[in-house]
């Protein structure tokens, strides 16, 4: 196996700048540990080895000529199988969207190909992003290299656990309510959700269209400051892009020093339901935090205990509608019943049989929320929640720079788990919702390992467009956890059969 | 299609049922993109070449709104008089169907961008006159079009019993503005008239904002009519039908009339008026029942969390409204009083379709009355032989102004100026070329005039006594010899001096 | 306000809002699930008071135009190639039943 695998973007980009590795070299390395550990994991639906090697290939030859590259150019990427990739397949984990090529790129897409980042492959997710276990992907679910019989979270489970296994040194990830964070937290790794409107939505096929935001999912805080770095900015195809200059995260990253921070300890995150091992991986956190310098604070923000069910009527509202275009006319499945089948009849049959349970689940729900009668009882109440939630944000962050909490309250549980039990699945994001809710960012680390040999994670929240403050504190913490325990986390997990 | 059907006659069905009516108007507007993306506009392009990711409703694609629609939304609003809301949102409404590609229109719900406005409209009465009814505008909102289905298969290439479509999205998300009246209570008898007035007032009015094409004939201008009868005197208004796509003024007129005819036939037979669509039909200007509409329909609107909300400052739209044009009432009064035409002039004018070419006639510097008469007159005729509107006659304006300069310098005089018409007319040129060309110019050398009236007063020597003998009357006789010598191209005016000259 | 008790009936006529042909097996299932989801959901229903305003998106941001000039889309093949059917660069979808 080759060590390049074990570097993190930043030392892989110092590689290829110092002309140790090829870009050929780091993608092939990586081609083969897919090869090896793919089979396990299933972090991908679809790699893409041609592409990524000519992707490389282009830039070992730009680099050779002295062509001035960008800082992660050369160094190889998973993306979500939520976000178009032209000539390449996008499913976003459903059934439905099986064996469709989108024809043109999302934005987040084209800025990693401008950025000259080989695209590896698509990986693996909750149909629609609807889940947090990736068990709902219509592919069959991502297995958590910490522990093969264990979910990796989700809904995207494929990007962290791709990352987390070692099969791409970075990937990108959505987060609607909590995506890409409890993913990191189940897998060791780290994800981050940017200030929504921060990276451009176009190319992502909407799950909740005014809570979903891409971000990087990575091992290191300082990789996910370069990958946050390429995909964010403005962009005049999405509406909802802030035309405002992005957040100084690399330099934040670079910085990691909590000296004065104020950190404000959410008291309605982090209690009844939370693993106590969570909790206490927590609180040595904060105590290092402390340690360095940094104020703790205990702050309240009472309407968080109802963003789990202003989140269950919004997300499924919206994603009522946003899922209502796959209608067998256009792209996609079609399904043809029995008898003299018409253009409605076709509709109703392919999303019965192209649609999960869970998906149907929350698009009957949506719609139920949203239909006349019910509007403002559901719809319209929950949209009042939303506003609470931000007042409480607001005054949060008079008294703190930033917030922490546990990013979720267990730590990976086994397949099958919580299959059954949709409120339970549904609770694993009570800490990540109210984020999305705002529109604020999130970050989320590892803060150690639970007495079940698993990983926890801790998450910070930040003012919108101070993206830059999450980073800072990441890092910061992130290099005491590391002189604690001598190795980065993942050199912790036990070591995956390889097939070969 | 229409079967047999008991019809009640429309003067007697006026005695007891006054009928309400809604008109709901869809313009497209004539703006370079669509709506929501930057896909071309032109019509008649080739199926699904004027497509992308946002019109197809392709998995990620987002929409971002067209500025210039928005402010041709609010023009729209201005015109008629309608308040501009300061803050307003795109909203979702959801259904389903073969030829929307994200199975929901953005359109507007509880907060369009303008509303509580009015218009005047002109209706012409059978003495000739106008009588002027207020029609109350309830909304005016953005939203988009939807694509075109060809049918294929069955009898008639309609949708019922096709084997199946084809769907060509070109259409989809073409910004459309809908203006949605307030219910319309007028003189049960006027009612048609003024729905077609109503239209084709539109037509004239949003035409003259010049933010779309406003053709009811390639669809830039649909309408639907609802409608509905109560008993007199009573003050609930009744159970209402829509007919949809009433693509002329003319079927305007027809489907108000055929449904106040159809539904007073049912009412007296004691049956409930079904609420629903109908379609309706040109060839005989009756409708037909269409899709029923039930409880079911919800379409679950809610506001577009892919859009920003739009508002519009006070200073936007005052700056909008400085750019709208005169209304079309209000011009023809000006125009009227400026041209000191007479309301008959002015009614003869209009009805022509000859405003605007009378008045850029004007404008080019003829006389009022003189731009009247000859679009009025001949190039009338001519366009009614020719079975065409006159403004697709192939004369300008400018053209026509200068043939009348060439008359009030003497150079020809009205008979030749008919065959200058029939010169421009048939593209020989300028009407100078075409003077020139057929040698129309009449003849204004006093030489060649002297010569023809000495002929013409020795071969008539009994008229030149009676001339030198005060009888100037007479002179009229010699004049003609003369402009028939001259085959017409000569100065009448000129030809009379020099008559009178030689024997005064 | 509304209970969230919900029907299989309810269930069998949002289906048909969403254009999905449930089995009678989903019905079933889903008639039990959604209950208890909308039972647990509907605190929102106390959690604001009358005065709080909704808010139907993150951002505070408003006017957000394109420029009205046309851009090239996609080619008609791209357009139609992941079409289930087509025809004469057309969408080919079984025959419609309903009205628009």
Redesign the interface.
């Known amino acids: 196996m080759s060590e390049l695998i074990r570097k993190s973007a930043g030392e892989l980009a110092e590689l290829l700048g110092s002309r140790t590795a090829s870009s050929v070299e780091i993608v092939q390395a990586h081609l083969d540990r897919i090869e090896d550990v793919d089979a396990t994991i299933h972090a991908f639906l679809h790699v893409d080895a041609e592409g990524a090697l000519a992707t490389a290939r282009d830039i070992d030859a730009r680099r050779a000529a002295g062509e001035e590259l960008s800082t992660l150019a050369g160094v190889p990427i998973a993306v979500k199988d939520v976000l178009t990739t032209k000539g390449l397949p996008t499913t976003a984990g459903s059934r439905i969207l099986e064996g469709w090529i989108a024809p043109y790129d999302a934005t987040v897409t084209a800025r990693l190909k401008a950025a000259g980042l080989p695209i590896l492959g698509k990986t693996n997710m909750d149909e629609f992003a609807m889940g947090s276990s990736t068990e709902h992907s219509g592919y069959g679910p991502t297995r958590n290299p910490w522990d093969t019989d264990r979910i990796p979270g989700g809904s995207g489970g494929g990007s962290a656990a791709a990352v987390a296994a070692f099969e791409a040194p970075l990937a990108i990830g959505t987060d609607t309510g909590g995506s890409i964070r409890q993913p990191a937290a189940m897998t060791g790794s780290v994800g981050v959700k940017p200030t929504y409107g921060g990276v451009s939505r176009y190319g992502l096929i909407a799950l909740a269209s005014s809570l979903d935001q891409a971000g990087p999912c990575t091992r290191t805080v300082l990789d996910a400051a370069l990958l946050h770095e390429v995909i964010a900015g403005h962009d005049p195809l999405d509406s909802t892009s802030i035309d405002r200059p992005v957040p100084p995260v690399v330099a934040a990253a670079r910085r990691a020093d909590v000296k004065g921070l104020r950190i404000g300890v959410v008291k309605e995150l982090g209690g009844e339901g939370f693993d106590p091992e969570i909790v206490s991986r927590f609180e040595e956190s904060l105590d290092l935090l402390r340690g360095a310098g940094a104020e703790i604070v205990e702050v309240s923000c009472p309407s968080f205990v109802h963003a789990l069910a202003a989140y269950y009527l919004i997300l499924p509202s919206e994603a009522s509608s946003n899922l209502a275009r796959f209608d067998a006319m256009r792209y996609g499945l079609r399904v043809s019943p029995d008898g003299d089948p018409s253009a409605e009849t076709v509709m109703a049959a392919t999303r019965d049989a192209g649609f999960g349970d869970e998906v149907k689940r929350r698009i009957i729900l949506g719609t139920y929320a949203l239909s006349s009668g019910y509007y403002d009882a559901y719809y319209g109440s929950a949209q009042k929640v939303r506003t609470l939630i931000a007042e409480d944000f607001a005054k949060a962050f008079g008294v703190a720079d930033v917030l922490a909490s546990p990013t979720s309250p267990t730590t990976a549980f086994k397949f099958g788990d919580k299959l059954d039990d949709p409120l339970a699945m549904y609770a694993q994001d009570v800490a990540t919702i109210p984020a999305n809710l705002a529109g604020v960012p999130g970050l989320s680390l590892p803060s150690g390992i639970a007495a079940d040999g698993l990983p926890t994670g801790i998450q910070f929240l930040a003012p919108a467009m101070a993206d830059d403050r999450l980073y800072n504190v990441g890092a910061a913490l992130e290099r005491m956890l590391l002189d604690q325990w001598g190795a980065p986390i993942l050199t912790k997990a036990p070591e995956l059969e390889v097939a070969r | 299609m229409t079967g047999t059907r008991t019809m009640v006659d429309f003067d007697d069905a006026l005695t007891r049922y006054q009928p309400v009516m809604g008109l709901e108007v869809h313009i497209e507007l004539n ?3 669509k709506m929501f ?5 032109n019509f008649g392009a ?8 946002v ?16 402010e041709s939304a609010i023009r729209i609003g201005l015109a008629l008089n309608c308040q501009i809301a300061s ?1 307003c ?1 795109f909203a ?1 409404k ?1 259904y ?4 929307m ?4 229109q953005t359109s507007q719900y509880d907060e369009p961008i303008a509303f509580n406005g009015w218009t005047d409209v002109a209706v012409p009465t059978a003495e000739g006159d106008d009588e002027i009814y207020r029609v109350e505008i309830e909304r005016a909102h953005m939203e988009e079009d ?1 694509g075109k ?5 069955g009898a008639t290439g309609r ?1 019922h019993g ?8 070109n259409r989809a998300g073409i910004p459309l503005i809908e203006i949605v009246t307030k219910p319309i209570v007028v003189p049960g008898a006027k009612a048609p008239a003024v729905a077609r007035a109503y239209v084709s007032h539109l037509r004239d009015l949003i035409g003259g904002l010049g933010v779309s094409d406003v053709r009811m004939d390639q669809g830039s201008l649909r309408c639907d009519v609802n409608l509905s009868l109560r008993p007199i005197g009573q003050e609930a208004f009744g159970t209402r039908t829509e007919t949809k796509n009433v693509n002329s003024f003319k079927s305007v007129e027809q489907a108000a009339r055929f449904e106040v005819q159809r539904q007073a036939a049912l009412l007296d037979a004691g049956e409930k008026i079904v609420q629903e ?1 109908r379609h309706f039909h040109e060839k005989d200007g009756s409708t037909s029942p ?2 029923e509409k039930s409880d ?1 329909e ?1 379409y ?4 577009e ?7 519009a400052s006070r200073e936007w739209v005052e700056e909008l409204r400085a750019t709208l044009p005169e209304p079309p009432a209000a011009r023809r009064r000006r125009l009227q009083a400026e041209w000191e035409f007479s309301d008959l002039d002015m009614r003869d004018t209009v009805g022509a379709g000859a405003l605007d070419l009378v008045a850029a006639t004007i404008e080019a510097g003829a006389a009022p009355q003189a731009a009247r008469k000859w679009w009025l007159g001949e190039l009338a005729r001519r366009a009614n032989e020719a079975d065409v509107e006159l403004s697709v006659l192939t004369i300008t304006p400018q053209q026509v102004a200068e043939i009348q300069a060439l008359i009030d310098a003497g150079k020809i005089n009205d008979k030749l100026a008919r065959d200058v018409f029939d010169g421009v007319l048939a593209g020989e040129g300028t009407p100078e070329e075409v003077v020139a060309s057929r040698g129309l110019e009449v003849v204004s050398d006093d030489g060649a005039l002297s010569d023809a009236v000495d002929r013409a007063i020795e071969a008539n020597p009994d008229v030149a006594d009676k001339i030198r003998d005060g009888k100037v009357a007479a002179a009229g006789a010699l004049i003609g010899a003369v402009m028939k010598e001259m085959r017409g191209q000569a100065d009448a005016g000129r030809v009379r001096e020099l008559i009178l000259e030689k024997l005064g | 306000m509304p209970e969230s008790a919900i029907t299989r009936a309810e269930v069998k006529h949002l289906a048909g809002l969403a254009r999905i042909s449930l089995s009678d097996n989903e019905l079933d299932h889903l008639a039990k699930e959604l209950p208890a989801i909308l039972e647990h959901v509907r605190v929102v229903q106390s959690a604001a008071g009358e005065d709080v305003p909704p808010m139907s998106h993150p951002l505070p941001i408003s006017n957000v135009f394109r420029p009205d000039v046309a851009r090239p889309g996609l080619a008609t093949d791209d357009a139609l190639a992941g079409a289930p059917a087509s025809e004469q660069d057309r969408f080919l979808v079984p025959k419609i039943l309903e009205e628009a």
Do not use: Q
Not at chain 2, 37 to 41: F, L, Q, R
Not at chain 2, 46 to 53: D, F, I, K, R
Not at chain 2, 300 to 303: D, K, M, W
């Open positions: 703006t370079e993109s993306c930057g896909c071309a506009t080739e199926p699904n070449s004027n497509v992308c990711p019109c197809l409703g392709l998995p990620g694609a987002l929409p971002v709104v067209n500025g210039t629609a928005v803050w949102r979702r959801n389903f169907y073969p030829d590609p994200k199975n929901f939807t289905s060809l049918h294929v298969g949708i096709a084997d199946y479509s084809l769907v060509d999205f669509t269409g899709r079911a919800d679950r609107y809610f506001p969390p892919d859009l920003a909300p739009i508002s």
